[in-house]
């Protein structure tokens, strides 16, 4: 909800060079401290590399979580077509945490709030790429029996607790929230009471504690608009909690991965080996030099290369490796092409692994969802 | 939707001498005709006395009936804390059609429009009303096998549907139909897609078919609305017809029963002999003259006379007795007192069947319900 000369941050659009720690300030968020930063030693370098970088209480719930007090986790989406890399960031997320603490995670698939927004899409093919989504999430390797899967159009309680929440919203709140417009359709001015109900859903199920939602910052007005009425007396909850993503460049170094780029900026889990070669060898924004004279002479720039960044944030977990590809990449010793060519190993990896547990996850889908 | 020097008929608002006829021609709809008032002969007194006069499409619906097509009939309720006489009317109609026409009988209980419009009205008590109010509708002796409770907080497929239908409806065509306010809670401004999927709920159950609601005139907007959207390519269904009853007057003479005058112009299904006796001899209005004497001499006038009315649309069924009353009292040999006396009697023994068969009624809820 925020503009300036330099950038823009809202929950409808993302540009410029973000100032982060701006905006913290502008939302009233906490930093994630160094004392915070040490719980997640052990967990995904999305989380242990400052990937998420602010929260609203993620203290309280830590406490509460090392006290054994129940916790959860609420991670959502709004299913599309197909899955990208930058799509997983919430759900990698929400698993290390569930492997950490033993905690449940509840997964709510908005496939209603695309079907009100998307004109063309119909009820059938939303609810088609809301099954392909699924399978995406359910790859990752959550646990069965504390992970739930909500799916609007079928979860048996979601209207109930949407108007209970639904009360709580008025229609000139929502328009200032989500920026709705007077010609949308009548469905998505009560989305944003499903939002929230998605958010809420752990204390709805299982009644009032500590909740996390793993979010992208711009995505933080939502919340915001969630805990300001957690806690009133027809519902009796604790507000949800929040851990704020950085943006997730696109391979062009785009400021956000997002479909609308699909073919040079986005890297699909569906995508084979070759595409994945071709995209990064020709798209994947480069921190090196011009020529292999001066690179070698003067050195790359890790901090804005794209196939580092990939590798930092996703897919090399061991520090000290990661630290000599930095080193050499900077000293000129690594050339672009073979940094892209690390990057393009363990992304080929990745997906030729997660295609295999999408066939398995496929016959699991029903262990999963609440009914 | 209509404002005229001498009456005044929206849906919120009833008021003036209603000029029917002209509703008619307002409304687009068509005058039951005389053709059509045959196929009522045998049926109740509401239908074949005219208090029904108006339609879309109910010859279409009859021809279907009685082709041995599938039809059906869809009558709601907002349930409020007790139910009263005039909220009778459309579910008497729709027992009598399923009794001559053996069709299924659908029944929203709209608990949601109650919660969201009330500001005081928590979500417990929403629904025990609705309990309440459901076993006053089966006592009147639906068919278990033909008709279908459809309870808006608990039935699995409402949220389903009603999205098919938001998708149709802009937030600026509900604003208008529904008297919308921006300071209304979202859960309000959602309604209107409910109440059209209400009124396509057995097209939504068992597929397309010719539908009859039985509305108050005054309701017939939401009947357009519903048919306006019926037939798109999303949903391929036939616009819902309708059945118009004239406003039933309260004790009073009031122009429509309303439970905002409780103590002097509504009788509850819940009132004992004493009550319903002492307010139809305080309260009903009387077509009589002042004195004995002038009754006696100059006659009564049943046209005007409440407990007259009464007894014509609800409660004495057999014309040869319904014409000697109301020549006894117009040319004075009935008088008033006796008429109310009449009345009196007959709604004692109708309410204490009434409250007889709501015991039996509440053991069979659950046959009911459409889950």
Chains 1, 2 share one sequence.
């Not at 799509?87 to 997320?93: K, T």
């Not at 709510?108 to 063309?120: A, G, L, R, V």
């Not at 595409?275 to 020709?282: A, L, P, S, T």
């Amino acid at each position: 909800m925020k503009k300036e000369a330099s950038f823009t941050v809202t929950p409808w659009e993302v540009s410029g060079e973000v100032d982060y720690d701006k905006l913290i300030k502008e939302f009233g968020t906490g930093k994630i401290s160094s004392s915070l930063l040490q719980k997640f030693k052990d967990l995904h370098p999305l989380l242990r590399r400052g990937i998420y970088y602010s929260h609203r209480d993620l203290d309280l719930w830590i406490k509460d979580a090392e006290a054994g007090k129940k916790v959860s986790i609420v991670t959502g989406r709004g299913p599309s077509e197909k899955m990208h890399l930058g799509h997983l960031v919430p759900f990698i997320v929400a698993k290390s945490l569930q492997d950490k603490y033993n905690c449940n995670v509840y997964i709510p698939i908005s496939e209603d709030e695309k079907f009100f927004i998307k004109s063309n899409l119909s009820f059938e093919d939303a609810q088609k790429f809301a099954d392909d989504n699924v399978i995406d999430i359910l790859a990752l390797g959550f646990k069965p029996d504390k992970t739930f899967i909500v799916r609007d159009f079928s979860y048996q309680n979601l209207y109930k607790h949407s108007c209970k929440v639904a009360k709580l919203i008025s229609y000139s709140t929502a328009k200032a929230a989500f920026g709705l417009k007077n010609e949308n359709n009548i469905g998505w001015t009560f989305y944003p009471a499903v939002q929230a109900t998605h958010i809420l859903l752990p204390q709805f199920v299982s009644g009032s504690h500590r909740t996390i939602v793993p979010v992208g910052v711009d995505q933080d007005p939502f919340i915001r608009l969630t805990r300001d009425i957690a806690e009133h007396s027809s519902l009796g909850f604790v507000k949800p909690g929040a851990i704020h993503a950085k943006f997730i460049p696109g391979l062009r170094g785009s400021a956000k991965m997002s479909s609308s780029d699909a073919e040079t900026d986005v890297i699909y889990l569906s995508d084979s080996s070759d595409e994945v070669k071709r995209k990064i060898n020709k798209h994947a924004f480069s921190g090196g030099k011009d020529t292999l004279e001066e690179h070698r002479k003067l050195g790359g720039n890790p901090d804005i290369d794209i196939s580092y960044q990939y590798l930092r944030m996703f897919f090399e977990s061991d520090d000290k490796k990661l630290e000599k590809i930095y080193k050499d990449y900077k000293s000129g010793k690594l050339l672009s092409g073979e940094l892209k060519a690390i990057l393009i190993e363990k992304v080929s990896s990745f997906l030729k692994d997660h295609q295999k547990k999408r066939d398995l996850a496929k016959k699991q889908v029903d262990k999963f969802i609440l009914k």
